[in-house]
């Protein structure tokens, strides 16, 4: 009987200390969204084809992040294709959205005659996944009576702040 209480005090202390701790890192914060009337977003940056697993990924993170942080500029993603998983193709561009073109890097221009954004705000820990993201966005366009957006953007503020901006034509 003792040693129930004793088991049962430990579990109860663990579980109101994860519970703090996933409060703290923002994992109980709410998406919030915000629209934008016909969205022009023109990026520079690379195509990456491939594994998860393959290095040329990192090389085509490290050479976009590179300019991103020293013009001060997030980061921008476009998956085409998302991994399963380890061993998936994979297809996405990385990007900025820079005022100038890029020696070697490509230009790719969006527009919409709509856009919604998701802004997500909490630690890479405990947040929110791509799907969960988008599926928030689609039940809040619905209510709306919107539309479902033909393409998501990742904007990477750092790494405690998301925006996912879809794209929508009416």
């Known amino acids: ?15 109101t200390i994860g519970i703090i701790l996933f409060q703290n890192l923002g994992g109980f914060n709410e998406v919030t969204f915000t629209t934008l009337d016909e969205p022009s977003i023109v990026l520079h940056g690379l195509t990456f084809e491939g594994t998860p697993q393959d290095e040329q990924i990192r090389h085509t993170f490290e050479k976009v992040g590179g300019e991103a942080s020293k013009r ?14 380890k061993l998936d193709t994979m ?7 820079a005022q100038d073109s890029i020696p070697g890097f490509e230009t ?17 820990l405990v947040m929110p996944g791509p799907n969960k993201v988008k599926s928030k966005i689609r039940t809040h366009l619905k209510n ?22 879809g794209l929508i034509n009416q």
Do not use: W
């Not at 004793?6 to 202390?13: C, E, L, M, T, Y």
């Not at 919107?146 to 901006?165: A, M, N």
């Open 1 to 15: 009987m003792r040693n129930r209480i004793i088991v049962g005090a430990i579990v109860g202390s663990l579980l």
């Open 72 to 85: 001060s500029l997030p980061l921008f993603t476009l998956y085409y294709v998302e991994p399963a998983g």
């Open 91 to 97: 297809k996405v561009f990385v990007g900025i959205e």
């Open 108 to 124: 790719y221009k969006f527009t919409a005659d709509l856009g919604i954004v998701a802004h997500v705000n909490a630690h890479r």
């Open 144 to 165: 709306q009576g919107s539309k479902e957006p033909f393409l998501y953007l990742d904007k990477i503020i750092d790494t405690e702040s998301v925006q996912v901006i």
